[in-house]
């Protein structure tokens, strides 16, 4: 058994309006993945990992129309 993120596998499609202006969000792919070229295993990241329990999956939501971005959590799913 393992927790999935259902929008990493493309089981889920994003239905989220900006809350700025009601145009679609779109993915923009996971928050991990921009934070890889900061040396992601720096001290307190490091600390922080270890004793986080993941139980959603972080992605970055951005809207074509006014350009703003926003976190968005996506629960894990139990495969
Ligand atoms: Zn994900
Ligand atoms: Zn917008």
């Known amino acids: 058994m393992s927790y999935i993120c259902s929008l990493c596998n493309g089981l889920f499609t994003l ?14 792919g996971r928050l991990e993945d921009y934070k890889g070229p900061y040396s992601p295993y720096n001290s307190a990241d490091q600390y922080y990992g270890a004793t ?24 894990l799913s139990l495969t």
């Open 15 to 28: 239905s989220l309006a900006c809350p700025a202006c009601s145009q679609p969000l779109e993915d923009s």
């Open 52 to 75: 986080y329990l993941q139980s959603s999956c972080e992605h970055i939501v951005s809207c074509p129309h006014c350009g703003e971005q926003y976190i968005y959590q996506v629960d």
